[in-house]
């Protein structure tokens, strides 16, 4: 089994990191937090790619931060400072969180397994989750004594409503991934075996479409959470400007009046 804490392959246009901590449940350490980020940025910088999938190995998406790691590990004598879990969540989940959700690529999170704390909001923070039926999703923190992080607080309530993610964050109750999909909490869940297939086909389908319009896609959507209707109709038109002077554009209506099938390279 390879060491690296993030496996990293590529098919065709579409690049998937596999966190590699299944001992720990693919756990977070302040070593594979670099890891991810940094592969995260290599995709955004590399033409090749189309598309992003993220996933775990053996039986577990990600079940969190890895809480016997010196960046969050309590110091339990009693003469010594409290554990700085701000400053982990500052340097380590917000950098990751923010490159996620900003990719120049859609991404995928094919959760695979449980997928706990951080690990349910890392997944919740892409674009489209696919869910295996055993996978779940905790949102574990009230029993450590703590609030959702990796972007938890915010993602939550616009997934599910108020009353759902206080439920979910308070409780920290596992949640099947059956009922996820029917809360609207992810895209799809799927049989265990049809996992990867399905996750496969979907992102060859993303990567084969006008990416830079996706992933504008994703921005207008969240920036009219904060917006009111009037300046998200003209920040959607500041969108279309931009988009409707690209190649995409063009080659999409070019195809779309010749009845064939559009060649889109844009990023």
């Known amino acids: 089994m390879s060491d690296a804490l993030v496996l990293v392959t590529q098919d065709a246009a579409v690049r998937t990191f596999t966190l590699n901590r299944p001992q720990a449940l693919n756990s977070f350490t ?3 937090h670099a890891e991810l980020l940094a592969a995260l940025d290599a995709a955004a910088e590399d ?25 969050v590990a309590p110091k339990f004598d009693s003469g010594a400072p409290p554990t700085d879990v701000g400053d982990a969540v500052e340097r380590y989940y917000k950098p990751l969180a923010l490159r996620v ?9 094919a959760v695979n397994g449980v997928a706990a704390g951080a690990g349910a909001n890392l997944a919740l923070g892409c674009d489209l989750v696919i869910a295996a039926r ?19 607080s915010w993602l ?18 596992k949640l099947p991934a059956e009922r996820a999909e029917e809360m609207g909490l992810i895209w799809l869940c799927v049989d265990d075996a049809a996992l990867m297939d399905t996750v496969g086909a979907l992102a060859a389908r993303l990567a084969a479409m006008p990416v830079k319009a996706l992933a504008a896609t994703r921005e207008v959507i969240d920036a009219a959470q904060h917006l ?28 779309f009046l010749a009845k064939r099938a559009p060649n889109f390279s844009d990023r």
């Open 30 to 32: 302040a070593a594979m």
């Open 47 to 71: 033409a090749l790619v189309r598309c992003v999938v993220l996933t775990g190995a053996g039986r577990g998406f990600c079940a969190g931060q890895d809480l016997s790691d010196p960046m």
């Open 101 to 109: 959700r900003s990719m120049p690529v859609p991404v995928i999170a």
């Open 134 to 152: 055993s996978a779940s999703f905790v949102q574990a923190f009230s029993k450590i004594g703590l609030v959702p992080d990796c972007g938890g």
């Open 156 to 173: 939550l309530p616009r997934l599910v409503g108020r009353q759902r993610a206080l439920g979910l964050a308070m409780l920290g109750d």
């Open 228 to 255: 009111s209707f009037a300046n998200a109709l003209s920040h959607e038109a500041r969108r279309q400007r931009e988009l409707g002077a690209s190649h995409d554009f063009l080659e999409g209506v070019a195809a």
